[in-house]
């Protein structure tokens, strides 16, 4: 035992450990209970290796080359990433990592990166929210596959839009103003990039974000997030 998991115990018998979903009392090094991890649904085999989706986005006009998603946007993931957003609670951005850093690594993409960043947020919402999640998110992965995190690479203009409001076309365009190159990025030229973000939705963010790391050189850019929303979902069903 590490000194670090030595003194997660000891803090256990006073203070105990609970699962980032639903609260319910867990031992110690666990981050979920059994029955929230259960609940979770993996569509990392059931998806398209180009776009993550069941149901294809326009492959021609996406700007990275692979994703990587590792639960759809559904119940419990969806409270986990709230726990993560806004209630400062990181843990499901540990666990998710890990999953992601193995599903990577099986797919044969880990061993390419070069380096890791994250959609950037705008330094008013990081100043209101005191992180970004993104940003978390790639660091554990960083972490995880023993690779540089980069996180000035890509800047997030302070628009009053709220992204999540928008539809399709809209989200494209409010991505693609929103996003844009840091004064004070490093040469990437070649690199292969890997970038991360909470939930890929439209995807309309992961490819504004994208074009500007091929703009800065990026050979390849892979986007990895933690959720996906499943556009024929409810057909398939
Ligand atoms: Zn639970
Ligand atoms: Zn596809």
Redesign the pocket.
Known sequence: MTSKQLLKFITDIFLPNR?V????VIRWDKI??K??DEKLERITDSVCPVCAKKECLDHASLNFDAAVCLYSFEE?CITGIYQLKHAQNISFARHSAAELAKVLEKRGLAQGIDLVTCVPMSRRKKRKRGHNHAEVIAGYLAKRLDKPFDGKLLIHANTMTEHHKLLGKQRTENAKSSFSISPSHKDISGKTVLLCDDVYTTGATMNACADCLKQLGAKRVIAAAIASTQRGRKREK
């Open positions: 699962c979903v639903c609260s319910k979920m209970c029955a929230c419990p």
